[in-house]
């Protein structure tokens, strides 16, 4: 039985107080609280294992060399990996799409060729691409989001042709609350012998992913919104892929010879993680896929559908409010807005309450453009949040709307 009382007792942050009033955390879209699992497993990696990795052959070198494969191994079975060589730790989603957009995009793009995105990217599957096109000459193409905020996919099969060399989507969207049919867009980018490029930031933490099964060759997504630390992602990709592209960084341990004119490349994965990495970090990642397997992702999608659900029901409930995305279909992140009241000054009131949403573009701006607004408030819900903080949320929302009104008036 999935029991959000239970789990929320792993959490320590969600016990403290904000403001005088118990803390509501709705701002998992932005990073994820932390149990007390992955707490622990950071202070006993460094209160007893710490040593950097693959260099020595002391016992703490063999020990943090372990635990850190160790978690890669289990990270690569949480995203159905057939294998943990194309399994590449990186700093976050950001940094994983950054290296494919230089590793891969540099060798493999040519004047004329095109990238097709949607016009919901996160800059970060944006901003790397266009910095490629125009090192490259490539062209970048849209998709077009729907009114409900689906994606055009009859648009989106005239826009796949020969020229195209990658497709890259975001699984699951962090404003609109859709999960994309990226399986269908890998077939696509494939039937005209394209790449597919899957940013999984938003789905890893709350889906349950099989790279495989979703038919991509890039897969990236953050540790830190799936209840692990920051500083610590992945990029998954084919070993075969990666074996072909060129290095990201380089540096220590990326390498098997160096000369002084010259180097070689060490085997994947270690190919792309050059310099010490973040050890702890992926540590604590293997950690919290540990926490995140013992619940069972199907059930935290299951647990996430139901609350936003029932926040999107509540919040509709409020009449003069518009929220962004589809009806139906939705993961558990509601952005909406609220006639003549800014984002940002609702954000703050609610603090005041201990109520943690967000308010601005949510790294989106050409999307914010295309729903015709600069900003909008969105309370992004997690495994540990409850229909209670969604009512909390709504009895704030009316209290803010009476203020405003007030103020306006
Ligand atoms: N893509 C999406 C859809 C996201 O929501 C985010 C984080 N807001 C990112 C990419 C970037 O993740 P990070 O900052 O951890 O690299």
Same mark, same amino acid.
């Given at each position: 039985?999935?029991?959000?009382?239970?789990?929320?007792?792993?959490?320590?942050?969600?016990?403290?107080?904000?403001?005088?009033?118990?803390?509501?955390?709705?701002?998992?879209?932005?990073?994820?609280?932390?149990?007390?699992?992955?707490?622990?497993?950071?202070?006993?990696?460094?209160?007893?294992?710490?040593?950097?990795?693959?260099?020595?052959?002391?016992?703490?070198?063999?020990?943090?060399?372990?635990?850190?494969?160790?978690?890669?191994?289990?990270?690569?079975?949480?995203?159905?990996?057939?294998?943990?060589?194309?399994?590449?730790?990186?700093?976050?989603?950001?940094?994983?799409?950054?290296?494919?957009?230089?590793?891969?995009?540099?060798? *493999?793009?040519?004047? @004329?060729?095109? $990238?097709? =995105?949607?016009?919901?990217? /996160?800059? !970060? &599957?944006?901003?790397?691409?266009?910095?490629?096109?125009?090192?490259?000459?490539?062209?970048?193409?849209?998709?077009?989001?729907?009114?409900?905020?689906?994606?055009?996919?009859?648009?989106? *099969?005239?826009?796949? @042709?020969?020229? $195209?060399? =990658?497709?890259?989507?975001? /699984?699951? !969207? &962090?404003?609109?609350?859709?999960?994309?049919?990226?399986?269908?867009?890998?077939?696509?980018?494939?039937?005209?012998?394209?790449?597919?490029?899957?940013?999984?930031?938003?789905?890893?933490?709350?889906?349950?992913?099989?790279?495989?099964?979703?038919?991509?060759?890039?897969?990236?997504? !953050?540790?830190?919104?799936?209840?692990?630390?920051?500083?610590?992602?992945?990029?998954?990709?084919?070993?075969?892929?990666?074996?072909?592209?060129?290095?990201?960084?380089?540096?220590?341990?990326?390498?098997?010879?160096?000369?002084?004119?010259?180097?070689?490349?060490?085997?994947?994965?270690?190919?792309?993680?050059?310099?010490?990495?973040?050890?702890?970090?992926?540590?604590?990642?293997?950690?919290?896929?540990?926490?995140?397997?013992?619940?069972?992702?199907?059930?935290?999608?299951?647990?996430?559908?139901?609350?936003?659900?029932?926040?999107?029901?509540?919040?509709?409930?409020?009449?003069?409010?518009?929220?962004?995305?589809?009806?139906?279909?939705?993961?558990?992140?509601?952005?909406?807005?609220?006639?003549?009241?800014?984002?940002?000054?609702?954000?703050?009131?609610?603090?005041?309450?201990?109520?943690?949403?967000?308010?601005?573009?949510?790294?989106?701006?050409?999307?914010?453009?295309?729903?015709?607004?600069?900003?909008?408030?969105?309370?992004?819900?997690?495994?540990?949040?409850?229909?209670?903080?969604?009512?909390?949320?709504?009895?704030?929302?009316?209290?803010?709307?009476?203020?405003?009104?007030?103020?306006?008036?």
């Amino acid at each position: 039985m999935y029991e959000a009382a239970k789990i929320r007792r792993d959490f320590p942050i969600l016990s403290r107080e904000v403001n005088g009033g118990k803390l509501v955390y709705l701002d998992n879209a932005a990073t994820s609280q932390k149990p007390r699992q992955v707490i622990e497993a950071l202070t006993d990696y460094y209160e007893r294992h710490n040593a950097n990795i693959h260099r020595g052959v002391h016992r703490l070198a063999e020990e943090a060399t372990a635990a850190y494969e160790g978690a890669r191994e289990k990270v690569a079975a949480f995203l159905g990996a057939p294998e943990t060589t194309g399994l590449v730790f990186t700093r976050g989603t950001t940094e994983a799409i950054n290296l494919v957009a230089h590793a891969w995009g540099r060798k *493999e793009l040519r004047e @004329g060729d095109e $990238i097709v =995105l949607t016009e919901a990217e /996160h800059h !970060s &599957n944006l901003v790397p691409w266009q910095l490629a096109a125009q090192a490259t000459g490539a062209k970048l193409r849209f998709i077009p989001i729907r009114e409900d905020g689906t994606l055009d996919m009859e648009e989106a *099969e005239r826009l796949v @042709g020969p020229k $195209i060399k =990658l497709v890259g989507c975001i /699984h699951a !969207s &962090n404003v609109l609350a859709t999960v994309n049919p990226v399986e269908k867009l890998a077939e696509l980018a494939h039937a005209n012998g394209a790449r597919m490029l899957v940013d999984g930031a938003q789905s890893a933490p709350h889906l349950p992913v099989n790279v495989e099964e979703l038919g991509c060759d890039f897969f990236a997504c !953050s540790g830190h919104k799936m209840l692990g630390p920051t500083g610590v992602g992945v990029l998954w990709s084919k070993p075969e892929l990666l074996e072909e592209m060129d290095p990201f960084l380089g540096g220590g341990e990326m390498i098997r010879e160096v000369h002084l004119d010259h180097s070689t490349w060490n085997d994947l994965p270690y190919k792309f993680e050059a310099g010490t990495m973040n050890i702890a970090q992926a540590v604590g990642l293997g950690a919290a896929v540990d926490y995140l397997d013992a619940l069972g992702m199907d059930n935290v999608r299951e647990h996430e559908r139901k609350l936003g659900e029932y926040a999107y029901r509540r919040l509709s409930e409020l009449g003069d409010i518009t929220i962004y995305g589809p009806a139906e279909d939705r993961t558990g992140i509601v952005s909406f807005s609220l006639p003549d009241v800014h984002p940002h000054d609702l954000s703050q009131l609610l603090d005041e309450e201990g109520i943690a949403i967000r308010s601005g573009h949510h790294c989106t701006q050409p999307l914010m453009r295309r729903l015709g607004t600069v900003a909008t408030a969105r309370a992004s819900f997690y495994l540990y949040n409850t229909e209670e903080e969604v009512d909390t949320l709504v009895e704030a929302l009316v209290k803010a709307r009476e203020f405003f009104g007030a103020f306006a008036k």
